[in-house]
């Protein structure tokens, strides 16, 4: 095997566009993206939504659990802390449209540690504290507020 061998990879063209560059075109040539025909959109056509908070123990499962069923997006969560039931990794952010935080702290730490992977993903912060507990029907009606409105712009 040569060296040539050792670095060259398929390139994987669906991964390589993201969703506000395929809408940028789209709208370039008098489109929309994506195409919806009904209510039923395919699965690469939904939007990606990851969500993070600190220990992914309580706030980012639950906007998970509660946009799980959603018709427009695959949902996904992680935390920062080394100490999550699932840590924020490499296949998270590139598997990701956008990306929800729970506060200012998940987002500096998600630029800090990955900084050339989120050069250009849009990473929203939610604004909501440490104060909740999973499913809390408090925490459900403030993130059913506080996401569709964000998504508009992703």
Known sequence: MSNKDH?????RWKEMYTRSEKQRRAQQLGMT?????GNDMA??????VLFVCSRNQWRSPTAERVFK???LMSTRSAGTSPN??????ESDLRWADVVMVME??????????FPRL???LPIHVL???????????????LLEAVVPPLLQQA
């Open 127 to 141: 604004d909501i504290p440490d104060e909740y507990r999973e499913m809390d029907p408090e925490l459900v009606e």
């Open 43 to 48: 699965e690469s056509e939904r939007i990606n």
């Open 84 to 89: 999550a039931r699932r840590t924020i990794n």
């Open 33 to 37: 993206y994506p195409i919806v025909d």
């Open 104 to 113: 200012h702290k998940h987002r500096q730490r998600i630029v800090a540690t």
């Open 118 to 120: 989120v050069e250009h």
């Open 69 to 71: 069923r959603h018709p």
């Open 7 to 11: 670095w060259s990879k398929p390139k």
